[in-house]
C-alpha cells in the first residue's frame, strides 16, 4: 500500500506542472473570456452579469454574422484545397523519391516555416500586386492588356494560407504513408484489384488518420489566424479574428470581442467533434 501510495504521488508530481500551466494558461483565461462574453458595456463601464445582448447582437448585426460566415468560408476552401495538393507531394515523396534523397525533399518542404510569417505574407502581397510579378507574367505573354486585381481579395488570403498549410499537411500525411507496409498493396492486388481500387479501398483509409490530423490542424490554425487576411485580404472581406481586433483597438467592446471569440472556439470544438468521430475517438 505504501508503495501505491508513493506511485500515486509521484505521477502526481510529474503531471502536475503541466496540469498547473493548463489551468493558468487555458482554464483560467477562457473562463474569464466566458464570463467577459456575458458582461456588457454602459459607456465606458464594464458591467458584470449574466445577460447574453453581446450574442444577439452578433446574430442580429449582418456584418458580425457575415465575418463568421467568411471565415468559415475560407478556412474551408484552404483545407480542401491544401488537403488535395499535400496527398499527392506526399506521396510522391514518400513512394517515388529514392529513400536516400527523402530528407532533401522533405527539408525542402519545410523551407516556407524557416522564413517569419509576417514577412512571407507581404512577400505574397508583393508577387500578388498590380505591379507584381503574376501581373507582369500575364501581361508579357499577352494573357492580359492591362494588370488585374489580385492582391487584397479572398484569392490571395487563400493563396497565402495554401502555402503555408500544404507543408505542414505533407509532413503529416508522409508520416502516415511512410508507416503503410507495401505488403497490404500487394495483397490488394494479388486479389484482383487495381491501381485505383487500392488506394480508394486500401492506402487512402488506412492513411485516413494523417490526413483528418492534418486538416483539422490547418482548420484551427486558418480560423485563428490575423496576419494573412489583414494582409493578403486587406480590409475587403473581414473575418471574425479582423473584427475581434477592430472591436478591441477601435471601440474597446471587449464583452462583444469576447463573445466572438467564444463562437470562434465553439466552431473550432464543432470541428474537433467531427474529426473525433470520423476517426472513432470518442470509443477510446
Known amino acids: 500500500m505504501r508503495n501505491a501510495a508513493r506511485q500515486t504521488l509521484r505521477g502526481w508530481g510529474f503531471t502536475?506542472?503541466?496540469?498547473?500551466?493548463?489551468?493558468?494558461f487555458f482554464i483560467v483565461p477562457f473562463l474569464v473570456m466566458g464570463a467577459m462574453s456575458l458582461a456588457t458595456l454602459d459607456g465606458r463601464t464594464?458591467?458584470?452579469g449574466i445577460r447574453f445582448?453581446?450574442?444577439?447582437?452578433?446574430a442580429g448585426k449582418a456584418y458580425l454574422w457575415r465575418a463568421v460566415v467568411i471565415s468559415v468560408e475560407i478556412t474551408l476552401t484552404v483545407t480542401i484545397v491544401s488537403v488535395l495538393l499535400a496527398y499527392p507531394l506526399a506521396w510522391i515523396i514518400a513512394f517515388r523519391v529514392p529513400q536516400r534523397w527523402q530528407r532533401l525533399a522533405l527539408l525542402l518542404a519545410i523551407l516556407p516555416f524557416w522564413t517569419s510569417y509576417v514577412v512571407r505574407s507581404y512577400a505574397w502581397l508583393l508577387v500578388l500586386a498590380r505591379e507584381g510579378v503574376v501581373n507582369q507574367t500575364l501581361m508579357g505573354l499577352g494573357i492580359t492588356s492591362e494588370p488585374i486585381t489580385i492582391a487584397n481579395t479572398r484569392f490571395a488570403t487563400v493563396t497565402g494560407f495554401v502555402h503555408f498549410f500544404v507543408m505542414l499537411l505533407t509532413l503529416t500525411i508522409y508520416a502516415n504513408l511512410i508507416q503503410l507496409s507495401p505488403n497490404y498493396r500487394r495483397a490488394a492486388m494479388d486479389l484482383g484489384a487495381n491501381a485505383f481500387q487500392t488506394f480508394v479501398h486500401v492506402v487512402l483509409p488506412l492513411t485516413l488518420p494523417g490526413i483528418i490530423t492534418g486538416a483539422f490542424l490547418t482548420f484551427v490554425l486558418c480560423i485563428g489566424d490575423y496576419v494573412t487576411p489583414q494582409i493578403l485580404g486587406g480590409n475587403t472581406e473581414l473575418t471574425v479574428p479582423q473584427v475581434i481586433m477592430v472591436q478591441l483597438g477601435r471601440r474597446a467592446d471587449f464583452p462583444l470581442a469576447a463573445a466572438l471569440a467564444i463562437v470562434l472556439m465553439g466552431i473550432v470544438t464543432l470541428a474537433y467533434l467531427a474529426c473525433a468521430r470520423w476517426l472513432r475517438l470518442d470509443r477510446l
Do not use: C
Not at 503541466?18 to 493558468?24: F, P, Q, Y
Not at 445582448?53 to 452578433?58: I, P, R, S
Open 16 to 24: 502536475a506542472p503541466a496540469l498547473l500551466w493548463t489551468l493558468a
Open 46 to 48: 464594464l458591467v458584470w
Open 53 to 58: 445582448d453581446n450574442y444577439a447582437e452578433l
